[in-house]
């Protein structure tokens, strides 16, 4: 397929201006404790050609422990291997640039310091970006299951990807949006899958194989996604009982066995993950209690999790709220795919709910544990909104979004702003910090920050020119 019919194509123009939106407002390279635990390990596997990060590790962090676990005396990224492996052919082709162009003191960082920002950075174009935005397009795709109106497909898309914090997380490098992506990529193939058996057509053997891989491959990037894939298994058993599951049971193995084996190989034990193995002393203590750092959900966190304002899914996308409605509405017609939705959303929920240690204290922007689940919430969203489009949804809509352009606007640099443990961040810093300083984004924030000072008024200049060139770029997509 030529380029020009390709870029014709409804999907290639939705990620397009997703994926553009997503580089204007890219975060989260300046420094950040997750995202530097993994990626060190990236540098480590192509420097060194070990998991060990011991020559990465700052002199903070062999203090605080930061994200890093530790064993037998070395450090390792604190989460599970996907993210770091995962960015290892991009390293692989930066580093000899990297290497030679960068130097020591720069801006008043560390050579090592430097890399980081650089391939934090590189990563989030080519891959959390990137993937976040054909999130986007399978968002696109699988609606057209429940709604025939391109209208209502398409605001669902760009509501998921501009009215959630799913903004603001798929401009960084984060484990639970590129999870996400093949979490969500498996629910397709499946749907795709069921529709052909409908069709009394026989499945092919490579979309089983491509589903049962990609619903693995989300767990080696984030460890309780294996409860996501349970339910997706348990999805396609409502459709398909016979030999030809094992293409999928044989493929969704592969992955999981991989990281048993890292985990035995590296910690000498096929169940002792990176994240129970904290060098971090207080998520260590909190982390070994209870099942895996788990217990059972209260009632203090089921609110917290929900409605609060410190970290409720539904205070921060309100639009969630007409999901629920949605799921009422067409659960009749797709009671299994519905019944999908919920069991995930649902298991997602509970298990952060019991969750022991107070990650909420961490001064994240709304309820970022659960953005696995917010694919799949979105998805009843076209149905609610083909039937009724009145002020309430319309109103929803525009409380979500003025909430996630907040967080896209200051994220990280809201935090030096305000303590962590702050009740209500969205009222007491964001909305104070958008009085006071108007438009911004990350990048102008951190260049304010760290190394020269901006004054506010040229800072709104620059975003509402960088808005211009946008709009003009949208346009020309869509024209």
Request: aromatic content about 18%; proline content about 4%.
């Amino acid at each position: 397929m030529k380029l020009r019919n390709l870029l014709e194509k409804r999907e290639a123009k939705i990620f397009l201006t997703i994926y553009i939106v997503y580089l204007i407002f890219m975060t989260n390279f300046g420094g950040n404790f997750m995202a530097d635990s993994m990626l060190s390990a990236t540098i480590s596997l192509v420097e060194k050609q070990t998991f060990v990060i011991n020559d990465y590790v700052s002199e903070v962090c062999k203090e605080t422990g930061c994200d890093h676990a530790v064993y037998n005396g070395n450090y390792y990224s604190g989460f599970a291997p996907g993210l770091s492996i995962i960015a290892i052919p991009l390293y692989l082709i930066s580093f000899p640039f990297l290497n030679y162009f960068l130097e020591d003191g720069l801006f008043r960082n560390t050579k090592t310091e430097l890399k980081l920002i650089a391939i934090n950075i590189i990563v989030t174009i080519f891959i959390s970006s990137l993937l976040s935005a054909l999130t986007s397009v399978l968002i696109y795709k699988i609606s057209s299951n429940f709604t025939n109106n391109e209208k209502t497909r398409l605001l669902v898309t760009f509501l998921l990807a501009f009215s959630t914090i799913y903004f603001l997380y798929s401009t960084g490098y984060y484990a639970r949006i590129i999870a996400g992506f093949f979490s969500i990529f498996a629910f397709y193939k499946l749907i795709n899958i069921k529709k052909e058996l409908l069709e009394n057509k026989k499945p092919k053997t490579k979309n089983l194989l491509i589903a049962g891989l990609s619903s693995s491959i989300a767990i080696t990037m984030d460890y309780p996604h294996v409860l996501i894939s349970f339910v997706l298994f348990i999805y396609l058993l409502s459709f398909l009982r016979e030999k030809r599951i094992l293409y999928y049971i044989i493929a969704s193995i592969i992955p999981v066995a991989l990281i048993l084996l890292y985990h035995y190989t590296i910690f000498e034990n096929p169940f002792a993950t990176p994240e129970h193995l904290r060098a971090n002393q207080a998520n260590y203590e909190a982390l070994v209690k209870g099942i895996g750092g788990f217990s059972y959900p209260s009632l203090e966190k089921l609110y917290l999790y929900s409605f609060s304002p410190e970290r409720g899914i539904f205070f921060y996308a309100p639009i969630f709220l007409l999901s629920l409605y949605g799921i009422y509405l067409g659960f009749k017609k797709h009671k299994a795919e519905f019944l999908t939705i919920i069991f995930i959303f649902l298991s997602t929920y509970l298990l952060y709910s019991s969750n022991i240690w107070p990650w909420f204290f961490d001064g994240s922007f709304g309820p970022r544990y659960l953005l696995v689940a917010f694919p799949y919430l979105i998805l009843p969203l076209s149905i609610v909104l083909e039937k009724s489009k009145n002020i309430l949804a319309y109103f929803l809509i525009l409380v979500s979004s003025i909430i996630s352009l907040l967080g896209a606007m200051f994220d990280r640099t809201a935090l030096w702003t305000y303590s962590y443990d702050i009740k209500n961040p969205l009222v007491n810093s964001y909305i104070p910090l958008f009085l006071e300083r108007g438009f911004s984004n990350y990048t102008l924030n951190i260049i304010n920050y760290k190394i020269f000072n901006i004054p506010v008024y040229l800072i709104n200049i620059i975003f509402f020119a960088e808005l211009i060139v946008l709009f003009l770029i949208i346009k020309k997509i869509w024209k």
